[in-house]
């Protein structure tokens, strides 16, 4: 077990296998390659990215098919070899990947979640990737399910 | 907006050291060739996009909004 001192949810413990390795970073943050993901009572489905190098830094991130239930994937062939994943077809969601939708919030404004570069995990070898998918044609700021 | 009609090998020019070049056309797809100095940046548009909603997103929400958040998509998911 390893532990991490976090700004926002104070010591967190983890297990080494479940680290999950971004070999690019992401966009804006190419230097920050080891996250966790976290999930907090109260607040499902909601997934917390936590960056393990520094402590100020947690994306939080819902599952892109609970954002928009019909979400497919348009996974660039280069992407597909990235994480290590068969190139010959789509990866299937919950089964071979994680798909997640990082969230951010405008001043005033509704929170939207970005599906045109969703965050693909290989559940197989935690290797991950921010994959920008303009062919997908959804949105960077793709509205969230409104409460029913 | 400028609209330029060009064809494959045809380049337009930007100012003094830039040139873009449509390299092919095929299927619905342009390649293009840049020409630039090396201080001038060069990046998709997505990625630009995707670069600042993730500096967005990392300065944070506040725990009422999260609960708000959370509230949301459990109950639009039926949870």
């Known amino acids: ?148 | 907006m400028l609209v330029i009609r060009r064809r494959a090998g045809e380049s337009i020019l930007i100012g003094e050291g830039i040139e873009i070049q449509v390299a092919e056309i095929s299927g619905g797809r342009v390649k293009l060739g840049i020409v630039a100095p090396a201080e001038v940046t060069i990046l998709r548009k997505e990625v630009k996009l995707t670069r600042e909603q993730n500096l967005a997103a990392a300065r944070g929400i506040s725990l009422g909004q999260l609960a708000e958040l959370a509230a949301q998509v459990g109950r639009g998911r039926g949870a």
């Open chain 1, 1 to 148: 077990m390893e532990r991490f001192e976090s700004k926002h949810f104070g010591m967190i413990e983890f297990q080494p296998e479940t680290v999950i390795q971004f070999p690019a970073g992401l966009p804006g943050f190419e230097q920050e390659s080891r996250f966790v993901a976290l999930e907090q009572p109260g607040v499902k489905p909601i997934v917390f990215l936590h960056s393990l190098s520094r402590p100020d830094l947690c994306f939080i991130t819902l599952p892109a098919l609970v954002v928009e239930p019909d979400f497919r994937l348009r996974v660039p062939t280069e992407d597909l070899r990235t994480l290590e994943l068969a190139e010959d077809r789509q990866p299937q969601i919950g089964a071979e990947v994680a798909c997640l939708a990082v969230v951010s919030v405008a001043e005033g404004q509704a929170p939207t979640a970005n599906l045109l570069a969703p965050i693909l995990v290989n559940l197989r070898t935690r290797r991950a990737l921010q994959v920008i998918a303009p062919e997908s044609g959804y949105s960077h700021q793709h509205p969230l399910p409104v409460a029913l």
